[in-house]
């Protein structure tokens, strides 16, 4: 599978951050995937355990964002020959795996925040976005409104689960559970434009010493598409959007009501003069 082509737009790219935001910068070539800041965050926020063996697919255990794991450490398992294909003999040093700690990307334009009807969902004083658990009804309409699939409804109280980005630390001035803990600096915490800043940079190095395919996902060019104007959280990836489990041109399921409504109403507008059309032909 080829990389993502770099472009001058992908790297320098633009935050589309109100000023102030705060977010989070994961890069994925310093992950070793030890899993911490998935134990960090449900200890900090006391989420029960998910599944406590392995789901059969890789050694990842949790699998998925969930309503009760906010950071999933993906695992991805490359293996290939020196042609690029798939081997037919195991030799040493064979596969090259890539980890991801995997989050809620606080949009900057929130699809789970503009389907929520109760008020529920929030843009906090860090530009995150937070659900308020005694407001949500359970109705699950910001789950589809999510283009990465990040909220869940829990079975157990019938409300919806996410990430708040730690916002009860933030207000005593911690940084969020899961950066604390991380040993390698892999999640970084701060705010948003000097994160990409810090990113572009490193972006730069990792291409001078021969990662070509480095980029950062959650710009304006990859990542914060279709209406979404870019991600708190983002990440420097190394391989194309879809080998992480994430879309390469996410969209707000939102910006395409409006076109459909007038389809729809071009349809039923056709049919109906059609309709009479026929009526007095008899
Ligand atoms: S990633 Fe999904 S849940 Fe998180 S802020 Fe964006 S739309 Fe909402
Ligand atoms: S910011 Fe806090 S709530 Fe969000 S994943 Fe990290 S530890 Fe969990
Ligand atoms: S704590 Fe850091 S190094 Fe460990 S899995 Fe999470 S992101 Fe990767």
Not at 47 to 64: A, E, I, Q
Not at 121 to 134: A, F, G, H, L, P
């Amino acid at each position: 599978m080829s990389a993502t082509i770099l472009t001058e737009e992908s790297l320098v790219g633009t935050t589309g951050a109100r000023p102030g935001a705060m977010g989070f910068l994961t890069d994925t070539t310093l992950c070793i995937g030890c899993k911490a800041c998935e134990v960090a965050c449900k200890q900090w926020n006391q989420l029960p355990m998910d599944n406590f063996g392995l789901t059969g697919f890789s050694y990842d255990n949790t699998g998925d964002l969930g309503a009760s794991t906010w950071r999933h450490v993906a695992f991805v398992e490359q293996i290939s020959d020196e042609t690029g294909q798939r081997p037919t003999s195991l030799r040493a040093f064979q596969s090259n795996w890539l980890m991801m700690s995997d989050i809620c990307k606080h949009c900057v334009q929130a699809g789970c925040l503009q389907a929520c009807p109760t008020g529920a969902i929030i843009r906090t004083e860090y530009d995150t976005v937070v659900i308020q658990q005694e407001i949500c009804n359970g109705c699950g309409y910001c789950v589809p409104a999510c283009p990465f699939g990040v909220p869940e409804l829990s079975i157990s109280d019938h409300k919806v689960h996410k990430c708040t980005l730690c916002y009860d630390r933030l207000q005593d001035g911690l940084e969020p559970a899961c950066a604390k803990s991380c040993p390698t600096d892999s999640i970084q915490f701060g705010p948003v434009d000097a994160l990409m800043a810090r990113a572009r940079a490193r972006v730069s190095t990792l291409q001078t010493r021969g990662v070509e395919g480095a980029y950062i996902y959650g710009d304006q060019a990859v990542g914060g598409t279709g209406g979404i104007e870019g991600l708190n959280a983002f990440f420097i990836l190394t391989a194309p959007p879809e080998v992480y489990n994430l879309p390469s041109q996410p969209v707000l399921p939102q910006t395409k009501v409006l076109p459909g409504f007038t389809a729809l109403a071009g349809a039923a507008l056709a049919f109906g003069v059609a309709a009479i059309l026929a009526l007095r032909e008899e």
